[in-house]
C-alpha cells in the first residue's frame, strides 16, 4: 500500500494560499508593472543618450504611476514638459491645447468650454484654469493655422458665453491672460520628429526600447529572485508595503497620452 502525504516543504508553500493571496498578487502586479517600465525607461534613455542633441528631451521622460478605480497601479513613460515663460512664444504663432487634470466623467467648465471648445488662441483662452486644474500644452504654429483656430473660436462664442454664464464665469482681460498664462511645450511633437526622421537630428529610440522590452527585459524579469518571492516564499512579507511613483497620471492626462501611443504601436509591427 502506497501513501502520499505532504511535506513539511508543502505544508510551508501551502501557507500561502490563504486570504493574503490576492494581497500577494496585486503587489507582484504592482512590482512587476514597475520593474518591467523602469527597465525600458532606462533602455530609452540610454538610446536618446547615443543621438546628438536632444538633452532637454531626456530630463524630461519620467516614470509615472497610473491607478485604477479598482485601486491596482499601472506604469506609463511619460515626458514632463517644464512651463514657458512668455519670451520663450509667439502669441501670434501658437495654437493653445488644454489637458483637465479631473476626470473625465466630473462636469466642469474646464472640460465643458476649454476642452470642448478647444483647441484656442492666447488672443481667444476665455480664462485661466489654475494649475490644480489644469495644464496648457503650446504647439508653435504658422499665422495661418493660429488665425483658423482663432476664427474658430469666434464662430463659437455664442455657445462658450452661454456656458461662461451658466457656471458665472467671466472672460479674462487679455493682459491678465497674458500675465498668468503658464504653458508647457509638446513634447509629444518633437519625440515624433525625433522618432520618425522628420527632424534634423533623428533616431528611433522609442520602438527599439519597447521591443527590447518586449524580449530582453521580460527575460530580466524572470530571472529576479525578489519578485518571485512574492508568490513562493511564506516567510517574505514585503507585499504589505510599497513604494509608489513620485508622479501620477489622472484619466484625462492618460487619455491625452493615447494618442501619442497609438502612433507608435502601429509602427511596431
Known sequence: ????????KWDSFSTLFNADMVDRFDFFCFEFGKKLTYLIHQELLDRISKIKGPKDYKKRLIVAEIRDPNGRAWWAIIAKGKTLSQREYDPKQSILTVVSRYDIDVENPIEDILVEHGPWTPETLPFIPSLRQAAIVIKRATLKD???VKRKNLFEMDAIQEKMD?????FDPRLMVYEKLKVV???EIEAMRIEFGQGEISKAHWRPAIKW???????????????MRILTDPTFKGYKVRQHAKDFLTPSELKALEKFQNKIRLQLG
Open 1 to 8: 500500500m502506497i501513501g502520499i502525504f505532504p511535506s513539511k
Open 146 to 148: 493660429a488665425e483658423a
Open 166 to 170: 451658466k457656471n458665472q464665469l467671466e
Open 185 to 187: 511645450p509638446d513634447l
Open 213 to 227: 522590452g518586449t524580449k530582453i527585459a521580460l527575460s530580466v524579469i524572470e530571472k529576479d529572485k525578489d519578485l
